[in-house]
């Protein structure tokens, strides 16, 4: 692997980014620099427009940056012979499923990515049946993907990404053409996949699927306006608001609770919360 100078233990680094479409007056990335480590589970969140899926696109090499770097895997992005390396080692989920849908059978839509990685018959079998199973579709393989749900759809394409073994995962908003139930369909297999050790990117307009985060970045017109744990970052409610961002509700609750004297710890998800309350109750 070629010598970039990256941090070792980071799975994708950005070095003061620039970034503008043309066209633009103001750039769409800013001066962005953070490092993701292996493993790690980010939520990216920030109003429309403040770049959000710019980063995304940068991280698997659809767009490089204008002046800095941005090294995934290692590798730099702007380097045209490593792309193909990249595109397989950082899978990116369209918010749009019918944008990534190539074929009229689901498993030969899963098989699509695999088998530009030229592996064997068997293998690319393997890994389809591995990841349809991943996203609880396997019943459904031999299904029209057109005549799928929203919610099935990109459940889909999520095991055509899976069946790459990428390293990472970059999912662009990927409930928001989906009702409550698909979106906790879609969140329940990326915090599995997450706690396998898969590294992953989340990009979310919903604050309580932040909470799931190790970490959150925010962005504002291009620049990153804060980053830390879930806990750091919805504890700046007036910066937040400034930033058209809710604080997630069980967040507020949780406070709101500590403040009339119920002792419950900084939890975050509603989960975490739920599983607190309960065991408040229960020794009374
Ligand atoms: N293809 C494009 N050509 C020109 N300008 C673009 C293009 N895509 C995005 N932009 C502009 O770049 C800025 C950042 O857009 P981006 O799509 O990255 O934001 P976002 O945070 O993903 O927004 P949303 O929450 O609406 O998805 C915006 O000002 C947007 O208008
Ligand atoms: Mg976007």
Redesign the pocket.
Known sequence: MEETGGSPLAIVEFKQVIYA????D?P??DGISFTIERGEFVAVI????????????HINALLTPDSGQVLTVGLDTSHEKTLFEIRSCAGYLF?NPDAQMVTSVVADDVAFGPENLALAHEEIIERVDEALGAVAMTDFSQRNPAHLSGGQKQRVCLAGLLAMRPDVLIL??PG?MLDARGRRGIRRIVRELSREGMTVIL?T?FMEEATLAERVLV?E??RLAMMGTPVEVFSHKDRLRELALDVPFSLLLAEELRSRGIEVPETVTPEELKEELCRLYLSR
């Open positions: 479409y043309e066209a633009q103001a769409a990335l920030g109003a429309n427009g403040s770049g959000k899926s710019t980063l995304a696109r918010q662009d908003e928001a990009i307009h962005l017109q291009g």
